[in-house]
Each structure stands twice: as C-alpha cells, then as structure tokens.
C-alpha cells in the first residue's frame, strides 16, 4: 500500500521568499502524484499533478513540484511566497491503475510572516 | 457550474443520532469519494463508488454507510452518531479512476458535530 510523509506540520516563511514544502512517498512503481491547497473554510483545490514524463511539473499560482525517483520524493516549490498563499498544503500519492485511490499526507500549514 | 455540492454545511448531533450526508456533482464524473478530516490526520477514505450502483471501503469505513443510487449523487450515512465521527466531511468526485489521468475535485466541506 502506498504512503505519504510530510515531515513539516508548520512552516513560516517570509513574505516574497522562496517555499519549498517537502513530500515523500512509498509506493513499489512511480505513482501518480498531486499537491492540493486549502484555504481556511473551503474544500481542497488541485495545484498540481505528476504521471510521467517530465519530472519538473508547473501547476497554478506559481507553484511547481519536482519528482525525484531516487528520492522518493514529490517537493513544491515557488519562488517568491505572497501572502495569499497562507493554507495548508497536501501532497497525495496513488497508484498507476484505474481502481485505485488517493493516499494524503497529513498536511503543512504555510504562514506567511511580512 | 456548481461543481460538487454538500449539504448541510454544518450539523450538530447527539450520540445515537443517525443523519445523512449529500453529496451531488454536475459534471456527470463516474467517481466519487467520500473522506473524512481530522486535526493532524490529513485526509482518510471512507467509502468510495466507481460507478451508479456500486460502493466500496476505504481506509475509515466503519460507522458509515453509502449509497450511489444516481449517477450525480452519492450519500454517506451514520446510522447511530458518536462523538469519534465528529470531523469535517469532504466529498470529491472524478471521471474516472487515477488510471484515467484526471484529479479529484472537492466540494466545500460538512461540518459535523456529535455531542
């Protein structure tokens, strides 16, 4: 069965300073991979999603993530952090067939300091 | 386009009580999920149906029922309320499974309180 680690349950970073927000899987093939944000209140929105081809992959706001095999790693990044970008960040993993699903990480809040 | 809807946005219950969650999606998607949130537990599936008519388990199934009886909607129910069940619901559908290359959407999300 597939896992998810976010290994930061907070991280504060400075208002147009770089984000990294790490994520590490397992699972025995290349999974699919996703980041999902949620602002305070609402459901989860998608950022981005892995499920081959070129590991460096670009998602909404800014955002881009980085899959590193050897690794086992799903990390995402952006360059200069708005204040807006304050929520709670998911990295997912699920298995490449069609019945499978999701498996969450428990979540890295993000505060942004100005 | 509403997207995935839930209703009620918020309950509160007393243990024992039974009441049903709704969720209905415009976007005539063949999944659909239900999962559970929890302070530091990320999100948990509960019950999920790949298809009218059809349910399965997931990682958080007991205590709750579902049902897929339309295509648009899919219902969780808790037949006898405890204070453990208390937890922000999230619904989410897709057209197909991860195999298909397509991402979840989300639905905003049922408060429930269980005294």
């Known amino acids: 069965a597939q896992s998810v680690t976010q290994p930061d349950i907070h991280i504060t970073v400075s208002e147009g300073a770089s984000l990294e927000l790490r994520c590490n899987y397992s699972y025995g093939a290349t999974p699919y991979l996703f980041w999902y944000v949620q602002s305070p209140g609402q459901g989860l929105q998608l950022l981005l999603k892995y499920f081959s081809g070129d590991t460096l992959v670009q998602g909404i706001k800014g955002f881009e993530a980085e899959f590193k095999r050897s690794q086992s790693s799903f990390n995402l990044r952006k360059p200069s952090v708005h204040w807006s970008d304050a929520a709670e960040y998911f990295c997912a993993v699920g298995a490449n067939s069609g019945y499978s699903t999701l498996t969450f990480g428990k979540g890295t809040m993000l505060l942004v300091s100005p | 386009n509403a997207g995935v809807t839930q209703t009620p946005k918020f309950r509160v219950l007393k243990t024992g009580q039974s009441m049903t969650l709704l969720c209905a999606q415009d976007?005539?998607?063949?999944?659909m999920y239900w999962y559970r949130q929890d302070p530091g537990m990320g999100l948990r599936l509960i019950h999920y149906?790949?298809?009218?008519?059809?349910?399965a388990k997931g990682e958080v199934p007991d205590g709750y029922n579902v049902s897929r009886l339309k295509k648009q909607n899919f219902l969780l129910g808790l037949e006898s309320a405890a204070p453990s069940q208390t937890s922000v619901y999230f619904c989410a559908s897709s057209p197909q499974g991860l195999g298909g290359n397509q991402p979840q959407h989300f639905g905003d999300g049922t408060r429930l309180s269980i005294l």
């Open positions: 149906s790949v298809g009218e008519g059809t349910t």
């Open positions: 976007m005539n998607h063949e999944y």
